[in-house]
């Protein structure tokens, strides 16, 4: 393989490498994590069992997960966690890899999303991010998605090279399409128009939840996640701010409107609007997305529609 070119500390990878073999998944952990090796950078990896097995014993300085049973963790999280061991470790690079596997459904979706925030993210911090997808068991959409969202990719001939198929993170998500709930073609259990007040929406909201989420906990993560977005649409949208709730028993899905049109940033809330500083607030969105599996942004001629969706387990 061709050495792959010096990157100055600070400026952040993320590369994309597709395999067809176990052998190809071998030979691209061992390069990328020996590179890390050689230039003492601070490693993590998640692959699949039987090669953790194989490379943990000659790697011992890194830090390997399982695949198979790594913990499926919100954007927000990722990103802030890695955001946090990247700033603790510097000057040292943060080196990560990761087989990229999902459950299938809009776990997928939400995967392609990460990959567009990916490069926006780290900007100033010394992280390199190799994805591995492999094209024997990933759904020809992820691989697409995949082409599109990262700027370099690893290949066994030339070794890292410009990715002539990637696109701009903000154009990528807003070209999206906003996947459908099927719930949404029932009645609802909660339908509020022109709501008065935020306190009162508040208040709807809550009582028309309560009972519906199997636990208390997913119940006030909910509510809350919701609240912090009518508070947005009476904060920053334009009357009227309406509301619907779905509730079935597997999931959560409630939708707020406000007849707002300026909403332009499909990246908003991955990361606190005002970055570490939470005394600025700026965080409704991103808590949203924190507190729930998915968040999607509708706009439309007659305002911003913000549907949150959490899963019941």
């Known amino acids: 393989m061709t050495a792959s070119p010096v990157v100055p ?49 000659t790697l011992p300085e890194v830090t390997f997960t399982a695949a198979e049973r790594a913990v499926w963790r919100r954007e927000p999280d990722l990103i802030g966690s890695i955001r946090t061991v990247a700033t603790e470790c510097a000057p040292r690079r943060y080196r990560l890899l990761s087989l990229v596997t999902a459950p299938g459904g809009r776990a997928w979706d939400e ?27 990933a759904p020809e959409a992820a691989l697409a998605a995949a082409a599109a969202t990262h ?6 001939r030339h070794g890292r090279q410009v990715n002539p198929r990637y696109r701009d993170p903000r154009a990528y998500l807003d070209g999206l399409d906003v996947p459908e709930e099927p719930v949404q073609r029932t009645a609802p259990v909660l339908a509020v128009d ?31 996640a919701v609240s912090e977005i009518a508070a947005n649409a009476f904060r920053h949208g334009s009357p009227p701010v309406s509301a619907r709730l779905w509730a079935v028993p597997d999931r959560l899905v409630c939708t707020i ?43 439309g001629p007659a305002g911003l529609t913000v549907r949150l969706v959490t899963a019941l387990r």
């Open 151 to 156: 700027p370099h990719l690893r290949t066994g």
């Open 111 to 137: 995967r392609r999303r990460c990959e567009a925030i990916t490069n926006l993210a780290y900007g100033g911090q010394a992280v390199s991010i190799l994805c591995l997808y492999d094209r024997r068991t």
């Open 257 to 299: 409107t406000d007849a707002g049109t300026s909403y332009r940033d499909a990246t908003a809330g991955y990361q606190p609007a005002h970055g570490d500083d939470l005394s600025r607030g700026g965080m409704g969105l991103w808590l949203a997305r924190k507190l729930c599996d998915h968040v999607d942004l509708v706009r």
């Open 9 to 57: 500390t600070g400026v952040p990878e993320h590369e994309l490498l597709v395999v067809d073999s176990d052998e190809e998944l071998r030979s691209a952990a061992a390069a990328f994590l020996g590179e890390g090796r050689a230039g003492g950078d601070l490693m993590r990896a998640s692959l699949p069992g039987w090669l953790v097995d194989e490379l943990a014993p």
């Open 194 to 224: 022109a709501a008065p007040s935020l306190p009162q929406l508040r208040h709807q909201l809550r009582a028309a939840l309560r009972g519906r989420a199997g636990d208390r906990d997913t119940e006030e993560d909910f509510h809350l």
